[in-house]
């Protein structure tokens, strides 16, 4: 079986392509960033050398004057064109950055830097310690704890983060901030690592109270239930069910990997296999979000499953499929 087999599909010589139109690749949508990043650590753990090459070159011909990079890129003849995010939306932008350095630091730690690419990194660690987005600041320490030693921008992300805890938390709501949109997982994965690279045990406390209250808040009766992003959860409002995304199940099965490993609870291992399986139709439709090919649909909806196939959700299946096979729950 080539589990890559999708995201090949929607990838080019330039990068992969952000969207999709039903099973196949949306063009006129072009290309995002935080795409071609997390498509890196994908064809990092799959040791496809064809695939991180095209998408680490997407990243250094994304490169602006000013040393950061370009958000989208549009097919548009042989010239092309890249362009930033709409209205420069500060927490996008910083989430696309963060992301790319997470892939960057994650897929050149054991090798040499490219010479293209340090300047990039530098950058972006630069910028880095202006970021407020809590997800932005996790996903940047994702990379960071790659590095040897603390740097002083781990240091500082890693307090930003904790206090941003301590400042939210309440009775009945163990989280960083008043609401759970996206990608919540990627949070307390976050301090998973850094205890495990670190043994940051502030980091852990708050790890294993954050990851708890995820796994309590999306379940329905033992099924995974990610926040639908059709009005999301805020606190002391009514949870939103659909449409639940794939990269909430990716990201919570790869939190809680991190769980198992730092914890050796067969709790978190129980909870990994049931997140995973969420893709398989362990969710509240018992529907399958994967076709036939292992192709992912882009979300779970009232009606069954949006069945575009766009970029984020293929990349973040793989994600968890690689987490699932390191754990060895693919059974």
Known sequence: MDILKKIRSLTTDIGIYQHGKLNKPAPEFGY?????????????????????????DYIVRAIRKDGLLYHFYFEDGKAGFFKNSENDLKPNTEVAFAITLWSLLTVFKNEKIDKDIEPVIG?????????????????????????????????????????????????????????????????????????LKRKCMKSLEIALKTTDF??????????????????????????????????????????????YEATNKIYYLDWAKKWFKWFFGNNIKRISLLDKGF???????????????????????LMAYFAAKRLNILD
């Not at 009766?221 to 909430?248: H, L, R, S, T, V």
Request: aromatic share 12%; glycine share 6%; charged share 20%.
């Open 32 to 56: 995002a960033l935080e795409d071609q990043a997390r498509a890196l650590l994908v064809a990092n753990s799959a040791d496809d050398l064809i695939l991180k090459k095209i998408y680490l």
């Open 123 to 195: 950058r972006l660690l630069e910028d880095a310690f202006g970021w407020s987005s809590a997800r932005a600041m996790a996903t940047a320490l994702l990379g960071l704890v790659n590095l040897e030693h603390e740097s002083s921008l781990e240091k500082l992300l890693k307090n930003k983060l904790q206090q941003l805890f301590f400042n939210s938390f309440s009775e009945g709501w163990i989280w960083f901030e008043d609401y759970l949109t996206y990608a919540n997982a990627i949070i307390p994965w976050s301090l998973w690592e850094l205890y």
């Open 214 to 259: 995820l796994i309590d808040t999306c379940q329905e009766k033992e099924i995974p239930c990610p926040i639908g992003n059709n009005g999301w959860y805020y606190k002391g409002m009514k949870k939103a069910i659909f449409d639940q995304q794939p990269i909430d199940a990716a990201y919570m099965v790869c939190c809680l990997e991190k769980a």
């Open 295 to 317: 192709g992912c649909f882009d979300a779970l909806t009232p009606d069954g499953v949006n069945l575009n196939q766009g970029a984020e959700s293929n990349i973040c299946f």
